[in-house]
């Protein structure tokens, strides 16, 4: 048996596991001393956001033994991967922050390793933060395993204590036994983790559980090889999800060192491969010998809870900004996503849009994100949840909510989250701030990221993760209470004429935006719409007033992100979205055509 360990590397959203990987990789001299050092999260948005959202396999080599690391998504709206990595592993380093302890997206993608039976190793990172707790931070992650239903096998878990930023790792608590070596975390991966339990020698069961596609191969299936071994150019049988079998040959197959994929000719039991020649090669197909035909049990796959229409952009600014516009442009994107994300659904909604389903608003608004980096213009509708009939009851997604706030600000979050039919399960006071867990329909949480930092000053943290689907509470959770102000014609804004709005309510421009009729440029102080005129120059009487309009001073507009702004619309309206930027608008464009649309 060769010397092998397969490890997943999970924690909640930025408690350091993505660095970690990073600084294993340069403790073992993976990177020459005159090559870049390259970061896990190498996609641009993931530099930005600070957070993983595509798994990714690496690998080390420790004391002659070949180490694969799969780095996994912390944010909920990817933890279908998660589950799906589980299968490949027999082990997971669960990192946990040494002063936050154990947060939501901890507990989901603990949970998600403890049913699949893998090994775990409770690695305290951040250990030098002034604020450390490390003791309090290993109870609550002893409390979490019992609650979880963790074995007595599971519950004996070692603890590795690491500052990931510094590089350095100890195996006792105390700050000053840290050492500039990660060696204490690999040595107790070796001791801890077994080796893949597959036998090299019986038939070939390989069963990808993640893809990835690129234009000169297709689709790639990644998975583990279970048992047997697998050659390049043989040909193999996929027992497809349906039942049926369909035979290929494998034309390339990659193994992982270091960040790099490699190709290579031969794998067998144990190995992390990714081989290409099926090109509808999907998660949870079992390929094996034509005359050893053998499924191994379906992989499941996270369904969508949201969906939101992406399609044409119809503004009057319509193929100013990008260089990529059409239906079909739009079509074939969508569908190149599908090849390598299992978890996003494109159907066609009309002639100039599709409805695409995804796991949360992160999940849909990276993609809005990348496709307008890529250049494409389009228009896309606010998310909705996706309503499923269970027993003949209609039921919605519920999602597991976590917030620490400041003391002061407590009674205004619990007062925001009643209106939205939350219910509060605990409140627990830490300190300076408490800590409040609730059950929350995941239409309660569209639009309520804008109000809760508003509620906060922005000081709030806010954590979710789905739990489940229960029949539906009031029709109307999480609409925009007030209205917003709506541009009655199309010019530059003017400083004049936004300074007369201001106590209307809060802009959304600057002057010398342009706009264009029915373009949203900012928000009522009263719950209706108004149509207003922003490009309003003053009416010059003499020369003497010609630099007034320039003495206006303004408040600040109010900037929104991607996902604040597809939180903010209401179901009358969209959001432009362009390589320069984004507008919001209603979807009627005219200002009578829309009073007439209201009064049907």
Partial sequence: MKNIRNIAIIAHVDHGKTTLVDKMLQSVGTFRDNEEVVSMDSNALEKERGITILAKTTSIDYKGTHINILDTPGHADFAGEVERIMNMVDGVLLVVDAYEGTMPQTRFVLKKALEAKVTPIVVVNKIDKPAARPKEVVDEVIDLFIELGADIDQLDFPVVYTSAVNGTSSLDADLSTQKETMEPLLDTILETIKEPSGDPDLFLQFQPALLDYNEFVGRIGIGVVKQGSIKSGENVTCIRLDGTNKQFRIQKMFGFKGLKRVEIEKASAGDIIAIAGLPDINVGETICEPNHLEALPLLRIDEPTLEMTFGVNTSPFAGREGKLLTIRKIEER???????????????????????????????????????????????????????????????????????????????????????????????????????????????????????????????????????????????????????????????????????????????????????????????????????????????????????????????????????????????????????????????????????????
């Fill in 334 to 600: 969508l569908l190149r996503e599908t090849e390598r994300d299992v978890s996003l659904k494109v159907t066609p909604y009309d002639q100039e849009s599709f409805l695409v389903k995804g796991r949360g608003e992160l999940h849909l608004s990276i993609l809005i994100e990348n496709m307008r980096r890529e250049g494409f213009e389009l228009q896309v509708s606010k998310p909705q949840v996706i309503i499923k009939e269970i027993d003949g009851v209609k039921c919605e997604p519920f999602e597991d909510l976590q917030i620490d706030v400041n003391n002061d600000y407590v009674g205004g979050v619990i007062e925001s989250l009643g209106n939205r039919f939350a219910s509060l399960l605990n409140m627990q006071n830490l300190g300076e701030t408490t800590r409040l867990n609730y059950v929350i329909p995941s239409r309660g949480l569209i639009g309520f990221m804008t109000e809760f930092m508003t509620i906060t000053k922005g000081y709030g943290i806010i954590n979710h993760a789905f739990k489940e689907y229960r029949p539906m509470v009031s029709t109307n959770v999480g609409e925009r209470k007030l209205g917003v102000l709506v541009s009655m014609e199309g010019g530059k804004a003017t400083a004049y004429a936004l300074g007369g709005l201001e106590d209307r309510g809060i802009m959304f421009i600057e002057p010398g935006t342009e706009v264009y009729e029915g373009m949203i440029v900012g928000e009522h102080n009263h719950d209706n719409d108004i149509a207003v005129n922003v490009s309003k120059g003053k009416n010059l009487t003499n020369t003497r007033a010609a630099g007034s309009d320039h003495t206006v001073v303004l408040k600040r507009p109010r900037v929104m992100s991607l996902e604040v702004a597809l939180d903010y619309i209401n179901n009358d309206e969209l959001v432009e979205v362009t390589p320069i930027g984004f507008r919001l608008r209603k979807k009627i464009l005219n200002a009578e055509l829309r009073k007439k649309e209201h009064n049907k």
